[in-house]
C-alpha cells in the first residue's frame, strides 16, 4: 500500500472512531437527560393530581411547558445526532389574556388536558427512562465493564483474593487476569461499536412515542398541500415568465436578424454577387447561434438526455461535467414518470453545485433507488460538512419535490460528510420500458 492510501485509509477509520465515541458519550447524555425528563414528567402527574384543589390549575401549565421543552430537545437530538426527523405536536395552548385569574388558568388548564400533544409527551416521558434510557445504557455497561476488567484487573486481581470473578473468568492467576484483559477490551469494543446502532435505535423508538398525532399530521398535510399548490402556480409563471424572456432576447431576435440579413442578401444578388455571398455566410452563422440558443432553452426545461436515456444516463451525464470526482449508481427498473424524472435531475443537479461550491469535498457518491413506489436519491460528499439546511439552493430543492409530496433529509455534522436524502413518491405510475441499472 503507499503512502497515500495508507493516509486515505487511517484518514477513514479516525473519523470512525471519533463518530462511535461520540455516540458513546451521547449515550451517557440521553441515560443522564432521562432523570430530568422523569422528573418533569412526575410534575405534570402531580399538577393533574392537584386540579381538584385548584393548585393544580397553576402548576400544569409551567410543568407542561418544561416537559415540551425536553421532548423538542430529544427530537433536535435525534435528527442533528442520527437524522432521524420526529415531526412535533402543535404548540402548546397559549397563556390566557389574565392568566392570574382564575377563570383564565381554567381556561389554559382545560386547553392542555384537550391537546392530543400534551398526552403523547407525558406518555413519553413516563416510558423513556424504562425503555430509552435503558437501551442507551446497554453499549455504557459493556464499555465501563470493558475498562474495568482491562484497566483495573491486572492491578487489583491480588488485592481482591479468592471469588474474584470477572464476567465467567475466576482471576486468581496471571494467566486467568491476561485473559479477563483481553475480555475486557473486548467488552469496551463492543460499547464503542454498538453505540451508534444504539443511537439510531433509540431514534426511532422515540419518533414511535414523539411524533405528532394523526390529526395534526392530517392538519399540515392540508396546510402544506394549500401551500404547495400556491408556490407551484408562482413557480410555473416566473418559469414562463423566463423561457418568453429567453425566446424574445435570443433566439427571437436572431431569427429577426436573420430575415433582415437574407433581405439584403436577396437586393444584392443582382447587384454585387461578391457582398451577397458574405451576407449569406452571416444568415450561416446567425441560424447556427439561434440553434445553439433554442437547445439551450430546451435544455434548461427537459435536457434531452433525460428525454431519450432516462434518469441513470441522466445522472451520469451531470457526473462527467462536474469537475468533482463523482461515483454514481443507479439500481432503477426503467423509466418512471417524466415529472418523477425531472424533479430527481434538477434535485441532483443543485446538491452537486452545492457540493462544489461549499462542501470542499474532491469526491461525491450518488446512488438512485426505486422500491416500494418510491424513488430514493442519496448524494454524499466527503467535505467539510455543516451544511445550512436552510439555504436558498437546499430550499429550491424542497420547492422542487413539494408537488410529488416527496422529502429533503440533510446529515451534515461538523467535519462532514453530508449526506442529502431525497424521497418521491411515484406510485401512481409504474415504470416503463427496460431496467436502466448500472453504476459508474
Not at 435570443?250 to 437586393?267: F, I, K, P, S, W
Request: aromatic share 4%; charged share 20%; with cysteine.
Amino acid at each position: 500500500m503507499t503512502e497515500p492510501q495508507v493516509g486515505m485509509a487511517q484518514a477513514e477509520i479516525r473519523p470512525g472512531i471519533r463518530g462511535a465515541l461520540a455516540a458513546l458519550g451521547r449515550c451517557q447524555l440521553l441515560s443522564l437527560a432521562a432523570l430530568a425528563v422523569c422528573g418533569a414528567g412526575s410534575l405534570v402527574v402531580g399538577a393533574l393530581l392537584l386540579l381538584p384543589v385548584g393548585i393544580g390549575f397553576l402548576l400544569l401549565p409551567p410543568a407542561a411547558a418544561l416537559l415540551r421543552r425536553m421532548s423538542d430537545r430529544h427530537r433536535a437530538w435525534a435528527a442533528r445526532w442520527t437524522g432521524t426527523l420526529i415531526s412535533p405536536p402543535r404548540p402548546l395552548p397559549p397563556r390566557p389574556a389574565a392568566p392570574a385569574s382564575t377563570a383564565g388558568r381554567h381556561r389554559q388548564a382545560r386547553a392542555l388536558l384537550g391537546d392530543d400533544g400534551f398526552w403523547h409527551d407525558l406518555r413519553w416521558a413516563w416510558a423513556e427512562p424504562w425503555t430509552g434510557a435503558l437501551l442507551a445504557a446497554v453499549p455504557l455497561a459493556l464499555a465501563e465493564y470493558g475498562l474495568f476488567g482491562a484497566a483495573v484487573q491486572p492491578f487489583v486481581w491480588r488485592l481482591l483474593g479468592d471469588g474474584n470473578w470477572y464476567a465467567f473468568i475466576l482471576v486468581d492467576s496471571t494467566p486467568s487476569m491476561l485473559a479477563a484483559l483481553l475480555l475486557g477490551l473486548a467488552f469496551t469494543l463492543a460499547g464503542i461499536r454498538l453505540a451508534p446502532a444504539t443511537l439510531r435505535l433509540h431514534a426511532r423508538w422515540s419518533g414511535r412515542l414523539l411524533a405528532a398525532p394523526h390529526t395534526t399530521e392530517l392538519a399540515r398535510r392540508i396546510e402544506h398541500l394549500a401551500g404547495s399548490r400556491a408556490d407551484i402556480l408562482d413557480v410555473q409563471a416566473a418559469e414562463l415568465r423566463r423561457i418568453e424572456r429567453d425566446l424574445h432576447d435570443g433566439a427571437q431576435a436572431r431569427l429577426v436578424a436573420l430575415g433582415m440579413t437574407l433581405d439584403e442578401a436577396t437586393r444584392l444578388l443582382d447587384r454585387d454577387l461578391p457582398a451577397a455571398r458574405a451576407l449569406l455566410r452571416d444568415v450561416r452563422a446567425i441560424s447556427e447561434r439561434a440553434l445553439q440558443d433554442l437547445r439551450e432553452l430546451v435544455h434548461g426545461v427537459l435536457p434531452p438526455v433525460l428525454a431519450d436515456r432516462g434518469l441513470g444516463d441522466a445522472v451520469r451525464s451531470l457526473a462527467l461535467d462536474s469537475h468533482l470526482d463523482v461515483h454514481v449508481e443507479a439500481t432503477l427498473p426503467g423509466r418512471l414518470p417524466a415529472p418523477v424524472e425531472s424533479a430527481g435531475y434538477f434535485a441532483v443537479a443543485e446538491l452537486l453545485a452545492n457540493a462544489a461550491k461549499h462542501s470542499g469535498a474532491p469526491e461525491v457518491r450518488i446512488r438512485l433507488h426505486h422500491s416500494d413506489g418510491v424513488l430514493r436519491v442519496t448524494v454524499t460528499d466527503d467535505g467539510r460538512g455543516g451544511a445550512d439546511p436552510d439555504g436558498s439552493g437546499l430550499s429550491g430543492v424542497r420547492r422542487r419535490l413539494d408537488p410529488f409530496d416527496g422529502t429533503l433529509v440533510l446529515h451534515s455534522p461538523r467535519g462532514g460528510p453530508t449526506t442529502a436524502t431525497l424521497e418521491i413518491p411515484c406510485a401512481s405510475s409504474s415504470p416503463k420500458t427496460s431496467s436502466s441499472s448500472g453504476t459508474d
